[in-house]
């Protein structure tokens, strides 16, 4: 079912239930409004009987019998009896059906001023009335048509009320569901129109305050993400195909001409050692790819890490690599400060690596390392003074395949420092990179070292 119909249904039940509580509730109370307006007619019937009746029966004996019995009739069916106190009926201007239904009420009066009762269609109502010493019981009776009249068309208007209120509020839940989803209707059109070559296109964020406009703001953001993933995707792939290209061609190359020209096994063994040195250039970027792809997955096990242990074993291995280079270490810590963090040994151990390597390989002096460990957070500053990042190349240096215009001649593939950053944001770090050209280049990395 549709938000909309959702929302005018549920908006039309809620409406109409209240509504009908509200009907209801005026044709009860005016319903017992009715009814006591009625007995206390009856009881002022009581009352005024009593006066002209009781009080002037001592005129003479028969009294009762010569009052004219329509002198009184003010209400429909009204009925006006009287007993003594021997419950003895001495008057009633009808003819008395119910004289022994009536006499059951007379011994109630001893707990009650007055007593209010129905009988079948009729509203009844009896008090004692005491003239001269002597008691009386004066039942009045009637059928109050004018008011149940009213209350039948009470009843009507308010039926009527309620089915044209029904109808208004289906039209006006219809109406003003519209409305609270037109934002979002618009919001799905517009998204209906974005495709995987258009992903610049962003949807209306309305006022940027309710829900809706919030929720158009995170699929904006969204957005932005995926046309991040979609740009990198580009260029990874563009880069890789021509990265792994080169040196499969090399080889292919390499070894057509060894198969068609080569004679003796001198030349084979030379075209092999080309073909191999190609297919380890291939070997080295299809790991460096694998790499990034595991570190960009982000499903790493962390736990208490020792960053100078990680350190050292990447000065070690560089060392290694570059036997002879001076890679000078500098701690600098304050009293109950360590070096741990919470993060991979493995993956930390390889962005130190990598950007050891980096340094190394594109400087012939000596490359600096200081470790701190400072107000909650360690940090690993590397400083060499080689050729340096151009302003230009800056922006694009963490990119995947992307490398420098000066670097040409020396071997890499522009993966190190992608796969480093990374690995410094899946452990909820930061990596700065400050360079000059023939100056230098410093990386700093900060981690967070609360385990």
Known sequence: MLIRNRLTIIFTLLATAIQVTLSLLVWYFYS??????????????????GRLLISRRHLHDDFFKNMVRTDLLTIVEEQISIYDHRHNLVFTNRTLKE?????????LLDTASLIEFRSGHLESIVIPYRDRGQLFYIFASGYDRIGFSKLSALQQILLLANLLGFTLTVLAGWYFSGR?????????????????????????EGNRRDEIAQLAMTFNRMLFRLED?????????SH??????????????????????????????DSMEVAVDELKKVITLTNGLLGLAKVTDGAVALTAVQVDDCLLTAIEQVQTKYPGRSLPLQ??????ESFTIKGNATLLTTALLN??????????????????????QVTVTVTDQGRGISEADVAYILDPLYRGSNVEGVPGYGIGLAVTQKIIELHQGTMQITSRVDQGTTVSISLPNQV
């Open 32 to 49: 017992v409004y009715r009814q006591e307006e009625f007995y206390s007619r009856l009881e002022s019937k009581a009352r005024v009987a």
């Open 99 to 107: 004289s022994d239904y009536y006499k059951e009420k007379i011994p």
């Open 180 to 204: 609270v989803l037109k934002p979002i209707s618009q919001i799905v059109d517009e998204v209906e129109q974005i495709s995987a070559v258009d992903l610049h296109k962003r949807v209306h």
């Open 229 to 237: 993933a979609f740009v990198s995707q580009r260029s990874f792939v």
């Open 240 to 269: 890789a195909s021509h990265e792994l290209r080169t040196p499969l061609t090399n080889t292919l190359g390499t070894l057509e001409t060894s198969l068609r020209y080569d004679q003796n096994p001198a030349d084979w063994r």
């Open 331 to 336: 701690f600098v810590t304050t009293e109950n």
């Open 355 to 376: 950007v050891l390597d980096n340094a190394c390989k594109y400087s012939g002096e000596a490359v600096s390392v200081q470790l701190e460990s400072r107000s909650e």
